[in-house]
Protein backbone atom coordinates (compact mmCIF):
# COMPACT_ATOMS: atom_id res chain seq x y z
CA UNK A 1 0.00 0.00 0.00
CA UNK A 2 1.10 3.40 -1.31
CA UNK A 3 0.67 6.21 1.10
CA UNK A 4 -0.22 9.48 -0.53
CA UNK A 5 -0.22 12.56 1.73
CA UNK A 6 -2.28 15.47 -0.61
CA UNK A 7 -1.33 18.67 1.36
CA UNK A 8 -4.90 21.51 1.75
CA UNK A 9 -3.69 23.02 -1.53
CA UNK A 10 -3.44 20.24 -4.03
CA UNK A 11 -6.54 18.60 -2.46
CA UNK A 12 -8.55 21.98 -3.55
CA UNK A 13 -7.05 21.73 -6.91
CA UNK A 14 -8.31 18.64 -7.50
CA UNK A 15 -11.78 19.43 -6.06
CA UNK A 16 -11.78 22.36 -8.67
CA UNK A 17 -10.61 20.65 -11.29
CA UNK A 18 -14.01 18.12 -11.15
CA UNK A 19 -16.52 20.72 -10.54
CA UNK A 20 -15.13 22.78 -13.33
CA UNK A 21 -15.59 18.94 -15.94
CA UNK A 22 -19.23 18.63 -14.40
CA UNK A 23 -20.27 21.87 -15.46
CA UNK A 24 -19.13 21.79 -18.94
CA UNK A 25 -20.35 18.33 -19.61
CA UNK A 26 -23.75 19.46 -17.99
CA UNK A 27 -23.42 22.48 -20.53
CA UNK A 28 -22.90 20.34 -23.38
CA UNK A 29 -25.56 17.86 -22.56
CA UNK A 30 -28.14 20.71 -21.89
CA UNK A 31 -26.96 22.46 -25.68
CA UNK A 32 -26.85 25.78 -24.17
CA UNK A 33 -23.41 26.51 -26.12
CA UNK A 34 -25.39 25.53 -29.52
CA UNK A 35 -28.20 28.23 -29.09
CA UNK A 36 -29.04 30.81 -31.83
CA UNK A 37 -28.06 34.06 -30.46
CA UNK A 38 -31.55 35.19 -31.01
CA UNK A 39 -32.77 32.24 -28.35
CA UNK A 40 -29.01 33.45 -25.83
CA UNK A 41 -30.71 36.96 -26.04
CA UNK A 42 -34.07 35.81 -25.05
CA UNK A 43 -32.80 33.52 -22.33
CA UNK A 44 -31.05 36.41 -20.47
CA UNK A 45 -33.13 38.64 -20.73
CA UNK A 46 -35.45 40.18 -18.02
CA UNK A 47 -38.96 38.73 -17.86
CA UNK A 48 -41.18 41.14 -16.99
CA UNK A 49 -45.43 40.74 -17.00
CA UNK A 50 -46.21 43.35 -14.49
CA UNK A 51 -45.63 47.00 -13.61
CA UNK A 52 -41.93 47.48 -11.89
CA UNK A 53 -38.94 49.49 -11.85
CA UNK A 54 -35.73 48.77 -13.72
CA UNK A 55 -32.82 49.96 -11.88
CA UNK A 56 -29.73 47.74 -13.30
CA UNK A 57 -28.43 47.59 -16.53
CA UNK A 58 -29.59 44.47 -19.13
CA UNK A 59 -32.05 43.77 -21.33
CA UNK A 60 -36.11 43.21 -20.04
CA UNK A 61 -38.98 41.96 -21.86
CA UNK A 62 -42.46 42.11 -21.02
CA UNK A 63 -44.32 38.95 -21.70
CA UNK A 64 -47.73 39.91 -20.75
CA UNK A 65 -50.61 42.57 -21.21
CA UNK A 66 -50.59 44.76 -18.40
CA UNK A 67 -54.32 46.63 -18.81
CA UNK A 68 -55.91 49.00 -16.98
CA UNK A 69 -53.70 49.39 -13.96
CA UNK A 70 -53.73 51.93 -11.58
CA UNK A 71 -50.34 52.19 -10.98
CA UNK A 72 -48.91 55.46 -11.58
CA UNK A 73 -45.92 54.78 -13.46
CA UNK A 74 -45.73 51.18 -15.03
CA UNK A 75 -42.41 50.68 -15.92
CA UNK A 76 -39.86 53.05 -14.63
CA UNK A 77 -36.12 52.83 -16.00
CA UNK A 78 -33.65 54.37 -13.39
CA UNK A 79 -30.39 52.84 -15.05
CA UNK A 80 -28.41 53.32 -18.00
CA UNK A 81 -27.76 50.89 -20.69
CA UNK A 82 -31.02 49.16 -20.73
CA UNK A 83 -33.13 47.73 -23.52
CA UNK A 84 -36.72 47.61 -22.95
CA UNK A 85 -38.77 45.49 -25.56
CA UNK A 86 -42.20 45.51 -25.00
CA UNK A 87 -42.76 42.46 -27.26
CA UNK A 88 -45.82 44.40 -28.74
CA UNK A 89 -47.95 43.90 -25.67
CA UNK A 90 -49.95 46.37 -23.84
CA UNK A 91 -49.08 48.71 -21.53
CA UNK A 92 -52.21 50.17 -20.85
CA UNK A 93 -53.55 52.88 -17.98
CA UNK A 94 -56.76 54.39 -16.88
CA UNK A 95 -55.46 58.30 -18.21
CA UNK A 96 -54.93 59.47 -14.96
CA UNK A 97 -53.29 63.10 -14.61
CA UNK A 98 -49.72 62.92 -13.86
CA UNK A 99 -49.32 59.38 -14.57
CA UNK A 100 -46.82 57.22 -17.28
CA UNK A 101 -46.80 53.93 -18.98
CA UNK A 102 -43.10 54.08 -19.51
CA UNK A 103 -40.59 56.35 -17.97
CA UNK A 104 -36.94 56.75 -17.82
CA UNK A 105 -35.53 59.41 -15.85
CA UNK A 106 -32.30 60.32 -14.03
CA UNK A 107 -30.93 59.44 -10.52
CA UNK A 108 -29.02 62.52 -9.73
CA UNK A 109 -27.27 62.45 -13.05
CA UNK A 110 -28.30 62.12 -16.79
CA UNK A 111 -29.40 58.29 -17.56
CA UNK A 112 -27.76 57.23 -21.10
CA UNK A 113 -28.01 54.57 -23.60
CA UNK A 114 -31.95 53.21 -23.02
CA UNK A 115 -33.80 52.13 -25.24
CA UNK A 116 -37.56 51.12 -25.17
CA UNK A 117 -39.00 49.04 -28.08
CA UNK A 118 -41.91 47.56 -29.60
CA UNK A 119 -44.38 48.86 -26.50
CA UNK A 120 -48.18 49.89 -26.82
CA UNK A 121 -48.92 52.51 -24.53
CA UNK A 122 -52.38 53.68 -24.25
CA UNK A 123 -54.75 55.52 -21.69
CA UNK A 124 -51.96 57.88 -19.11
CA UNK A 125 -51.03 61.13 -19.07
CA UNK A 126 -47.69 60.55 -20.81
CA UNK A 127 -47.68 57.63 -22.95
CA UNK A 128 -43.71 57.76 -23.04
CA UNK A 129 -41.52 60.40 -21.51
CA UNK A 130 -37.68 60.84 -21.55
CA UNK A 131 -36.30 63.04 -18.30
CA UNK A 132 -32.97 63.59 -18.91
CA UNK A 133 -32.18 60.66 -21.07
CA UNK A 134 -28.81 60.90 -23.64
CA UNK A 135 -28.23 58.98 -26.14
CA UNK A 136 -30.87 56.47 -25.91
CA UNK A 137 -33.49 55.42 -28.94
CA UNK A 138 -37.13 55.17 -28.78
CA UNK A 139 -38.41 52.74 -31.85
CA UNK A 140 -41.14 50.78 -32.93
CA UNK A 141 -43.74 52.26 -30.24
CA UNK A 142 -47.29 53.64 -30.55
CA UNK A 143 -48.81 55.57 -28.36
CA UNK A 144 -52.44 56.36 -27.80
CA UNK A 145 -55.11 58.23 -25.57
CA UNK A 146 -52.87 59.63 -23.31
CA UNK A 147 -52.18 63.45 -22.96
CA UNK A 148 -48.84 63.36 -24.74
CA UNK A 149 -47.93 60.25 -26.86
CA UNK A 150 -43.92 60.30 -26.45
CA UNK A 151 -42.06 63.16 -24.87
CA UNK A 152 -38.54 64.12 -24.75
CA UNK A 153 -37.93 66.56 -21.20
CA UNK A 154 -33.93 67.60 -21.21
CA UNK A 155 -32.89 65.21 -23.20
CA UNK A 156 -30.42 65.14 -25.96
CA UNK A 157 -28.58 62.67 -28.54
CA UNK A 158 -31.64 60.69 -28.83
CA UNK A 159 -32.67 58.60 -31.57
CA UNK A 160 -36.83 59.16 -32.21
CA UNK A 161 -37.39 56.12 -35.35
CA UNK A 162 -40.43 54.34 -36.78
CA UNK A 163 -43.16 55.52 -34.00
CA UNK A 164 -46.54 56.25 -34.04
CA UNK A 165 -48.56 58.73 -32.11
CA UNK A 166 -52.03 58.98 -32.53
CA UNK A 167 -55.29 60.24 -30.88
CA UNK A 168 -53.44 62.27 -27.83
CA UNK A 169 -55.50 64.22 -26.73
CA UNK A 170 -52.57 67.46 -26.83
CA UNK A 171 -49.31 66.21 -28.33
CA UNK A 172 -48.23 63.29 -30.22
CA UNK A 173 -44.50 63.65 -30.39
CA UNK A 174 -43.13 66.30 -27.75
CA UNK A 175 -39.65 67.74 -27.18
CA UNK A 176 -39.15 70.21 -23.69
CA UNK A 177 -36.65 71.80 -22.35
CA UNK A 178 -33.55 72.38 -24.39
CA UNK A 179 -33.91 68.91 -25.61
CA UNK A 180 -30.98 69.30 -28.37
CA UNK A 181 -29.53 67.41 -31.14
CA UNK A 182 -32.10 64.85 -31.34
CA UNK A 183 -33.12 63.19 -34.69
CA UNK A 184 -36.81 62.01 -35.34
CA UNK A 185 -37.51 59.83 -38.38
CA UNK A 186 -40.13 57.95 -40.15
CA UNK A 187 -42.95 58.58 -37.02
CA UNK A 188 -45.88 58.55 -37.93
CA UNK A 189 -48.65 61.41 -35.76
CA UNK A 190 -51.80 61.54 -36.98
CA UNK A 191 -55.08 62.46 -35.15
CA UNK A 192 -53.95 64.48 -32.14
CA UNK A 193 -55.93 67.01 -30.55
CA UNK A 194 -53.45 69.70 -30.82
CA UNK A 195 -49.89 69.09 -32.56
CA UNK A 196 -48.70 66.11 -34.10
CA UNK A 197 -44.98 66.72 -33.23
CA UNK A 198 -44.22 69.89 -31.11
CA UNK A 199 -40.61 71.37 -30.41
CA UNK A 200 -40.76 74.22 -27.55
CA UNK A 201 -38.56 75.65 -24.70
CA UNK A 202 -35.24 75.89 -26.77
CA UNK A 203 -35.48 72.78 -28.11
CA UNK A 204 -32.32 73.23 -30.74
CA UNK A 205 -29.98 71.50 -33.20
CA UNK A 206 -33.23 68.69 -33.49
CA UNK A 207 -33.89 66.87 -36.98
CA UNK A 208 -37.37 65.92 -37.90
CA UNK A 209 -36.81 63.66 -41.06
CA UNK A 210 -39.54 61.63 -43.15
CA UNK A 211 -42.60 62.30 -41.10
CA UNK A 212 -45.87 62.08 -41.45
CA UNK A 213 -48.10 64.75 -39.80
CA UNK A 214 -51.77 64.04 -40.52
CA UNK A 215 -55.43 65.23 -39.06
CA UNK A 216 -53.78 67.36 -36.33
CA UNK A 217 -54.96 70.59 -35.47
CA UNK A 218 -51.22 71.83 -36.49
CA UNK A 219 -48.81 68.99 -38.08
CA UNK A 220 -45.10 70.31 -36.93
CA UNK A 221 -44.72 72.62 -34.82
CA UNK A 222 -41.75 74.78 -33.63
CA UNK A 223 -42.53 77.44 -30.82
CA UNK A 224 -39.28 79.17 -29.27
CA UNK A 225 -37.02 76.28 -30.93
CA UNK A 226 -34.58 77.59 -33.05
CA UNK A 227 -31.68 75.93 -35.40
CA UNK A 228 -33.46 72.77 -36.15
CA UNK A 229 -34.13 71.17 -39.85
CA UNK A 230 -37.46 70.11 -40.71
CA UNK A 231 -36.83 67.81 -43.93
CA UNK A 232 -39.19 65.64 -46.11
CA UNK A 233 -41.66 65.33 -44.00
CA UNK A 234 -45.28 65.36 -45.54
CA UNK A 235 -47.77 67.50 -43.36
CA UNK A 236 -51.66 66.74 -44.74
CA UNK A 237 -54.81 67.57 -43.51
CA UNK A 238 -54.08 69.22 -40.53
CA UNK A 239 -57.11 71.74 -39.83
CA UNK A 240 -54.96 74.76 -39.52
CA UNK A 241 -51.64 74.52 -40.49
CA UNK A 242 -49.01 71.57 -41.81
CA UNK A 243 -45.40 73.63 -40.43
CA UNK A 244 -46.47 76.73 -38.06
CA UNK A 245 -43.32 78.29 -36.30
CA UNK A 246 -43.43 80.67 -34.05
CA UNK A 247 -40.40 82.66 -31.92
CA UNK A 248 -38.79 80.34 -33.62
CA UNK A 249 -35.01 81.55 -35.41
CA UNK A 250 -32.69 79.77 -37.84
CA UNK A 251 -34.47 76.35 -38.61
CA UNK A 252 -34.61 75.50 -42.20
CA UNK A 253 -37.76 73.73 -43.42
CA UNK A 254 -36.50 72.17 -46.48
CA UNK A 255 -38.36 69.94 -48.85
CA UNK A 256 -41.59 68.68 -47.45
CA UNK A 257 -44.67 68.11 -48.78
CA UNK A 258 -47.59 70.45 -47.34
CA UNK A 259 -51.57 70.33 -47.92
CA UNK A 260 -53.63 71.62 -45.50
CA UNK A 261 -57.21 73.22 -44.52
CA UNK A 262 -55.27 76.63 -43.76
CA UNK A 263 -51.21 77.03 -44.42
CA UNK A 264 -49.32 74.56 -45.57
CA UNK A 265 -45.95 76.96 -43.91
CA UNK A 266 -46.69 79.73 -41.68
CA UNK A 267 -43.64 81.76 -39.89
CA UNK A 268 -45.62 83.48 -37.07
CA UNK A 269 -44.76 86.39 -33.81
CA UNK A 270 -41.15 87.55 -34.85
CA UNK A 271 -39.71 84.31 -36.62
CA UNK A 272 -36.40 85.68 -38.13
CA UNK A 273 -33.71 84.23 -40.16
CA UNK A 274 -35.57 80.85 -40.82
CA UNK A 275 -35.21 79.62 -44.38
CA UNK A 276 -38.02 77.68 -46.37
CA UNK A 277 -36.79 75.77 -49.03
CA UNK A 278 -37.30 73.12 -51.60
CA UNK A 279 -40.77 72.47 -50.57
CA UNK A 280 -44.46 72.17 -52.57
CA UNK A 281 -47.38 73.92 -51.11
CA UNK A 282 -50.79 72.69 -52.65
CA UNK A 283 -54.23 72.43 -52.00
CA UNK A 284 -54.43 74.95 -48.84
CA UNK A 285 -55.89 77.73 -48.55
CA UNK A 286 -52.30 79.79 -48.63
CA UNK A 287 -49.22 77.85 -49.41
CA UNK A 288 -46.61 80.31 -47.22
CA UNK A 289 -47.24 82.45 -45.01
CA UNK A 290 -45.36 84.64 -42.83
CA UNK A 291 -47.03 87.06 -40.24
CA UNK A 292 -45.03 89.77 -38.03
CA UNK A 293 -41.52 88.17 -39.16
CA UNK A 294 -38.45 89.07 -40.98
CA UNK A 295 -35.24 88.26 -42.25
CA UNK A 296 -36.49 84.71 -43.91
CA UNK A 297 -35.62 83.33 -47.02
CA UNK A 298 -38.39 82.15 -49.29
CA UNK A 299 -36.61 80.10 -52.25
CA UNK A 300 -37.40 77.44 -55.09
CA UNK A 301 -40.84 76.30 -53.55
CA UNK A 302 -43.29 75.21 -55.47
CA UNK A 303 -47.13 76.27 -54.64
CA UNK A 304 -49.92 74.81 -56.72
CA UNK A 305 -53.60 74.76 -56.26
CA UNK A 306 -53.87 76.88 -53.51
CA UNK A 307 -57.42 78.40 -53.08
CA UNK A 308 -56.44 82.12 -52.09
CA UNK A 309 -52.99 83.06 -52.25
CA UNK A 310 -49.19 81.00 -53.19
CA UNK A 311 -47.18 83.12 -51.20
CA UNK A 312 -48.50 85.68 -48.31
CA UNK A 313 -46.09 88.17 -45.99
CA UNK A 314 -48.30 90.28 -44.36
CA UNK A 315 -46.11 92.85 -42.04
CA UNK A 316 -42.89 90.87 -42.62
CA UNK A 317 -40.12 92.98 -43.42
CA UNK A 318 -36.71 92.20 -45.16
CA UNK A 319 -37.46 88.76 -46.65
CA UNK A 320 -35.96 86.93 -50.18
CA UNK A 321 -38.53 85.40 -52.18
CA UNK A 322 -36.52 84.19 -54.94
CA UNK A 323 -36.42 80.98 -57.64
CA UNK A 324 -40.02 79.98 -56.82
CA UNK A 325 -42.76 78.22 -58.86
CA UNK A 326 -46.25 79.26 -58.53
CA UNK A 327 -49.07 78.10 -60.54
CA UNK A 328 -53.53 78.10 -60.34
CA UNK A 329 -53.25 80.16 -57.09
CA UNK A 330 -55.78 83.10 -57.51
CA UNK A 331 -53.21 85.46 -56.06
CA UNK A 332 -49.41 84.08 -56.56
CA UNK A 333 -47.32 86.46 -54.36
CA UNK A 334 -48.96 89.12 -52.46
CA UNK A 335 -47.29 91.48 -49.88
CA UNK A 336 -49.36 93.60 -47.46
CA UNK A 337 -47.59 96.28 -44.87
CA UNK A 338 -44.18 94.63 -45.89
CA UNK A 339 -41.35 96.40 -46.78
CA UNK A 340 -37.47 95.62 -47.84
CA UNK A 341 -38.50 92.09 -49.93
CA UNK A 342 -36.07 91.16 -52.45
CA UNK A 343 -38.52 89.32 -55.52
CA UNK A 344 -36.65 87.36 -58.30
CA UNK A 345 -36.33 84.72 -60.29
CA UNK A 346 -39.86 83.38 -59.61
CA UNK A 347 -42.16 82.02 -61.95
CA UNK A 348 -45.93 81.91 -62.20
CA UNK A 349 -48.10 80.26 -64.39
CA UNK A 350 -51.44 80.23 -64.78
Known amino acids: MIDVDLDTSTLRTVVLTGVLLLVLITAAYLGIRGLEPEQQRTQNAGQIDDCTTIDQPGRYELTADITNTSAGTCIRIVASNVVFDGNSHAIDGRGTFGTAGVLVESSGKPTTNVTVQNANVTDWDDGIRYLTVNNGTITNTTTARNRVGLTLVGSSNNTVLNNTATANTVYGISLQKKSNDNTLTNNTATSNSLFGIHLVAGASNNTIRSNVVTANEHGIVLIGADNNTVRNSRAASNRISGIWLSEADSNRVVNNTVSNRFYGVYLGDLSSQNTIAD ?11 LLHSRDNVITANTATENSVQGILLLSSNDIVVTDNFLSNNP ?14 NNTVNG
Open 279 to 289: NTASQNAVGIR
Open 331 to 344: ADIVLAGSSNVTRA
